[in-house]
């Protein structure tokens, strides 16, 4: 579904560039310019939706006693590479480049199974693909449906995922790799399963407490991760109180949680500490360019290393 959905926003998008490159070439504007008007224009109303995404949650930031500041140039290539990010996921990898999974015989590694998060597909992970391929690690795909459902709906999803990697790896434990979203239903499967069949779950920016910009979307799966109030006084959502409160201590210790202290959708951003496992905050990255981050797939290649230590 999200790649069709992907697909008629990119059709629309073309759509408004003809528009303005009609409207520009009425006015007398060369060919070439106003080809490049048309695609600018597109490419400028995609810049003001990424920008969004930082002034909607910068009111509800986690205020810690000691912040991690940027410098303005910092901030600027914060956004450009988000900019970036999902400019390649939403218009080429989700729409174009899904995929069901990759095998090597000769990997040292356990297999590993990718939870992407919300309104996304398995084309998130083209980047982070590519990566585990180069260490050849075994790696599976898991596309979650409905979009707009409930996590506690994704869970036996994950659990079909697992069982399926075990039976077509032979291993009897694999890691889990889970960006947003993804990091919660894999959460839901600990909380139903245990961790009897999974050495680790690396989660990429998930809002473990909940996020405010999820009050801004739309679905079951949206009320379950919100963040209700502003930072100071402000709760988690009654799912995520749930969740919390059914959850076994060695399933929390299993959970890396790898997080941003700049993310533009998890906020407050302390929102992706998770007590109970290993946290991993980095400085100056962006909510759908963590994947994308040559340093974090690194990090989570040496922590699927690890799983089996």
Same mark, same amino acid.
């Not at 500041?69 to 450009?80: A, D, R, S």
């Not at 100056?284 to 990090?299: F, R």
């Given at each position: 579904?999200?790649?069709? +959905?992907?697909?008629?926003?990119?059709?629309?998008?073309? @759509?408004?560039?003809?528009?303005?490159?009609?409207?520009?070439?009425?006015?007398?504007?060369?060919?070439?310019?106003?080809?490049?008007?048309?695609?600018?224009?597109?490419l400028l109303l995609r810049a003001q939706v990424t920008a969004n995404s930082f002034f909607l949650t910068w009111?509800?930031?986690?205020?810690?006693?000691?912040? +991690? &500041?940027?410098?303005?140039?910092?901030?600027?290539?914060?956004?450009?590479?988000?900019?970036?990010?999902?400019?390649?996921?939403?218009?080429?990898?989700?729409?174009?480049?899904?995929?069901?999974?990759?095998?090597?015989?000769?990997?040292?590694?356990?297999? !590993?199974?990718?939870?992407?998060?919300?309104?996304?597909?398995s084309g998130y992970w083209r980047w982070m693909s590519l990566a585990l391929r180069e260490a050849h690690i075994?790696?599976?795909?898991?596309?979650?449906?409905? !979009?707009?459902?409930?996590?506690?709906?994704?869970?036996?999803?994950?659990?079909?995922?697992?069982?399926?990697?075990?039976a077509e790896t032979g291993q009897k434990k694999i890691v889990i790799v889970a960006h947003s979203m993804g990091?919660?239903?894999?959460?839901?499967?600990?909380?139903?399963?245990?961790?009897?069949?999974?050495?680790?779950?690396?989660?990429?920016?998930?809002? %473990? %407490?909940?996020?405010?910009?999820?009050?801004?979307?739309?679905?079951?799966?949206?009320?379950?991760?919100?963040?209700?109030?502003?930072?100071? /006084?402000?709760?988690?959502? /009654?799912?995520?109180?749930?969740?919390?409160?059914? /959850?076994?201590?060695?399933?929390?210790?299993? +959970?890396?949680?790898?997080?941003?202290?700049?993310?533009?959708?998890?906020?407050?951003?302390?929102?992706?500490?998770?007590?109970?496992?290993?946290? +991993? @905050?980095?400085?100056?990255?962006?909510?759908? @360019?963590?994947?994308? &981050?040559?340093?974090?797939?690194?990090? !989570?290649? &040496? /922590?699927?290393?690890?799983?089996?230590?």
């Amino acid at each position: 579904m999200i790649s069709r +959905i992907s697909r008629t926003l990119l059709l629309i998008q073309l @759509a408004i560039a003809v528009l303005f490159y009609f409207l520009l070439r009425h006015f007398d504007w060369p060919i070439a310019l106003a080809a490049l008007g048309g695609i600018g224009i597109v490419l400028l109303l995609r810049a003001q939706v990424t920008a969004n995404s930082f002034f909607l949650t910068w009111p509800y930031r986690g205020r810690t006693s000691t912040p +991690i &500041e940027i410098t303005w140039l910092q901030i600027g290539k914060l956004f450009l590479r988000e900019y970036r990010a999902t400019m390649l996921c939403s218009s080429w990898a989700m729409p174009f480049l899904r995929f069901d999974q990759f095998t090597y015989p000769d990997t040292t590694s356990l297999p !590993v199974l990718l939870i992407h998060g919300y309104g996304c597909n398995s084309g998130y992970w083209r980047w982070m693909s590519l990566a585990l391929r180069e260490a050849h690690i075994t790696h599976y795909a898991l596309d979650m449906e409905p !979009v707009f459902g409930s996590i506690d709906g994704y869970a036996p999803l994950v659990d079909a995922a697992v069982r399926r990697v075990q039976a077509e790896t032979g291993q009897k434990k694999i890691v889990i790799v889970a960006h947003s979203m993804g990091g919660l239903a894999a959460r839901a499967y600990l909380r139903d399963h245990g961790t009897t069949h999974i050495a680790k779950v690396v989660t990429l920016g998930t809002p %473990h %407490h909940g996020t405010a910009i999820a009050n801004f979307g739309i679905g079951i799966n949206c009320g379950e991760m919100n963040w209700l109030g502003r930072y100071e /006084e402000g709760r988690s959502s /009654e799912w995520l109180q749930k969740l919390a409160a059914t /959850e076994e201590a060695d399933a929390l210790s299993a +959970i890396v949680s790898i997080y941003s202290h700049h993310d533009n959708i998890i906020s407050p951003q302390s929102s992706a500490h998770l007590a109970g496992a290993r946290n +991993i @905050a980095m400085p100056g990255i962006g909510h759908v @360019a963590l994947a994308l &981050e040559p340093s974090i797939q690194q990090m !989570v290649i &040496e /922590e699927i290393h690890s799983a089996q230590d």
